[in-house]
């Protein structure tokens, strides 16, 4: 019993020592298949064209930027390219209807001042202009002021603006103011002496053909021997 129970210890001690020990089997390595060589390689080959085609649509949007900067500014510059030679085209034809517009201005004046005749102011105007000057309104009035005092040109309450129509170049016209009453001697002696001053003033109103509204003005002081001087103030036309 003894023996038998040591041989089967010696047994076991055999079946378990290092000398029976067997390691893993590791599975073997598969060897790439050209299959497998061709996708890395198309791999490789997609990437490397996606590069290229990301920077030449980057380089296109810098040219595209670059294009658009320019069309910008060639706009800006045709933009002022058009603005100043719509404000040379108006200047032009400012310049030409100048030239050729209506001029109205008064040419001669008269006045009737004495004791047998009432008071009666005419002065003559005339177009010296190229076109027909229309819708033309006149009005004339006149004053009596201590010699020394500014000359006013405020329109008085008894005058009334008279429509004279149209006038055609070179043509003249008149315009007057008249007073119903004749001057007293007491009052044509004021003027004589030179303690009153005596004086009449106008406007003329026209349009041009163009639509343009102008007017001319006139002033003239009766001296005391009865002949007409231009006043320091508002003869002046536009």
Request: with cysteine.
């Amino acid at each position: 019993m003894d023996k038998q129970a040591t041989s089967d210890e010696g047994n076991d001690r055999s079946n378990n020592g290092p000398s029976d020990f067997v390691p893993p089997v590791r599975p073997a390595r598969e060897k790439a298949t050209w299959t497998d060589i061709a996708i890395v390689i198309l791999t490789c080959g997609i990437v490397f064209v996606s590069g290229l085609q990301f920077w030449e649509m980057r380089d296109a949007g810098i040219q595209t930027d670059k294009i658009i900067a320019a069309d910008e500014r060639l706009a800006a510059a045709m933009e002022s390219s058009v603005r100043e030679a719509d404000i040379s085209l108006k200047q032009t034809q400012e310049s030409f209807r100048d030239d050729q517009r209506a001029w109205l201005a008064p040419i001669s004046g008269t006045v009737t001042l004495d004791e047998s005749h009432p008071l009666r102011i005419d002065v003559i105007f005339q177009n010296t202009g190229k076109t027909p000057a229309l819708k033309i309104f006149t009005i004339v009035d006149w004053k009596s002021i201590p010699t020394g005092q500014p000359v006013n040109t405020e329109w008085s309450p008894h005058v009334k603006r008279m429509d004279s129509g149209t006038l055609y170049p070179n043509g003249r016209a008149g315009m007057f103011a008249k007073n119903e009453t004749v001057s007293s001697k007491e009052q044509l002696d004021s003027i004589r002496s030179g303690k009153n001053t005596f004086y009449f003033f106008g406007s003329i109103d026209y349009k041009d053909v163009y639509g343009r509204k102008h007017w001319s003005h006139l002033c003239n002081i009766v001296k005391s021997d009865f002949s007409l001087n231009p006043c320091p103030i508002y003869n002046e036309a536009n």
